[in-house]
Every structure is written in structure tokens, then in C-alpha cells.
């Protein structure tokens, strides 16, 4: 039997699809229900609180709240439905030209004091040929701000070409494991403010980062995903797989 794709949807505007081009970055509101966002965020945490924990998913125990969870629409089902959401797969068929395929994914706790991540571009990580990756960045927080360690971006920054990366240098801010897009002035940065459900999609080159959880007492999860179209590939040994989002 014949598998029933889906009907791809069309969710953005040209003009929408204009200010990614332009800005490198596009913020839809409420792309994801609250229920959906509830639901998934409860599912990620009873997949940690298992015992033993599943080993894709295995951590110290003290940490299983703190070490972001790594790839897991590789393993579990309710991770490749966030995954590949409609209102993702249209978006990015629009903005890419034709179907995406997702080959990364991460849930991230990032509970009250925890770092953030030094400024950088995706594809200095992820390689893929042509260019054409874009990460769709899920809010799953009531609110994501510049208390709790929102993203901060600098707009029109996917032109600049890929840019040398160094050494993290505010080691009290970020991370100490990545590095740090050198040869720009970190003070163009904006903070993007999202609320439960909103959805960021931006450009492989878009310079972003994000800052230390300051709050005592809120989280800043999230679920980011990285697509490429289908008939890119990646240089990455890990990431090989591609999932169709139909």
C-alpha cells in the first residue's frame, strides 16, 4: 500500500517570506497549541524519570533535568510528531522551495542559573550542501525573555558569509564547550521575546546566541529542530538520517 502524504499547507505570506530573506529570521505567533506544548514538555520529563532511563536518553541522575536531550526524534514517537508539525513543513517548503527533512533535534531544560550559548552560526556546526538549513526554535515556556535567557539575534547577519569561530570569552555568561563567532559587533544583537507555542525560524548564518537563565525560579525550554531540503546532504556522521515531514 501506497503511503497518504499529507497535503502541504502553505501558512506564511510572500511578505513573510520576504522579511526571512531579508532579515534572516521569521517569528510566527502561536504556531504550536498550549495542550500540545503541555503535553510534549510532561512526556520529556516521564522519559527521564523512567527507570533505568532509556539509554539514548541517559544521564546522571542529578543532571537529568539540566543535560539538554539530544536527538530524540531518532527514538521516540511523540518527538517526530513536534518534529514535523504542519505548520513547520509548510513554512519551511515555502521558505526553502521545496520539501524539508529534518536531520537534528534538541530539547532543552535550561532551568533557573544555567549558561547560555556564545554567539554562532549553525552551519559552522552543521554542514550541508547546497546551503539551505533553517531551525525551527519552539517556545515552551508561558514566557521566554531576556530574565530566563531568551535568543538574541543580529538581523541581516545570515549575509555576512560564514565567520571565523574562536574560544567562548564570557565564560561566567556561556557555555564553555562551543565556540564564538569572532569579527562582529556582538552589540547589534536583539533579543527575540516568545511566548508558549511561538515558533522562530531562522537562517543557518544568522548570528544568535542566548544568555544566562537569570530568574530564581523560571525555566526556558525549548524544542529546536534543524531542517534541510531534501536534496541537500550534511558532512556530519551523526546526522545522516533524514526524516521526511509527512
Not at 503541555?38 to 532509556?54: C, Q, S, T, V, W
Amino acid at each position: 500500500m501506497n503511503k497518504v502524504v499529507p497535503r502541504l499547507t502553505t501558512p506564511i505570506t510572500q511578505a513573510q517570506i520576504d522579511q526571512f530573506n531579508e532579515e534572516g529570521f521569521l517569528l510566527i505567533k502561536n504556531g504550536c497549541s498550549a495542550d500540545l506544548i503541555d503535553a510534549f514538555n510532561g512526556h520529556i520529563y516521564d522519559l527521564r524519570d523512567e527507570k533505568p532511563m532509556p539509554e539514548w536518553a541517559a544521564c546522571e541522575e542529578s543532571k537529568k533535568y539540566s543535560i539538554r536531550l539530544f536527538n530524540p526524534h531518532l527514538h521516540d514517537g511523540f518527538a517526530r510528531q513536534m518534529m514535523k508539525l504542519p505548520i513547520v513543513r509548510g513554512t519551511l517548503a515555502q521558505l526553502m522551495g521545496r520539501e524539508a527533512v529534518c536531520v537534528q533535534s534538541m530539547f532543552f531544560y535550561k532551568e533557573p542559573g544555567s549558561p547560555g550559548q556564545a554567539a554562532h552560526q549553525d552551519f559552522y556546526y552543521i554542514k550541508n550542501d547546497p546551503m539551505t538549513m533553517i531551525a525551527a526554535w519552539i517556545a515552551m515556556e508561558e514566557s521566554v525573555d531576556e530574565e530566563n535567557g531568551c535568543l538574541w539575534v543580529i538581523p541581516k547577519s545570515h549575509r555576512l558569509g560564514l565567520l571565523p569561530h574562536g574560544a567562548v570569552k564570557n565564560l561566567d555568561e556561556h557555555e564553555p564547550w562551543t565556540d564564538e563567532t569572532e569579527g562582529i559587533d556582538l552589540k547589534q544583537q536583539v533579543p527575540v521575546i516568545m511566548e508558549k507555542g511561538d515558533i522562530l525560524f531562522f537562517h543557518e548564518l544568522l548570528i544568535h546566541s542566548s544568555t544566562r537563565n537569570r530568574s530564581t525560579d523560571r525555566w526556558r525550554r525549548s524544542y529546536v529542530c534543524h531542517y534541510i531540503r531534501e536534496d541537500a546532504t550534511t558532512s556530519r556522521s551523526d546526522l545522516q538520517k533524514k526524516f521526511p515531514l509527512y
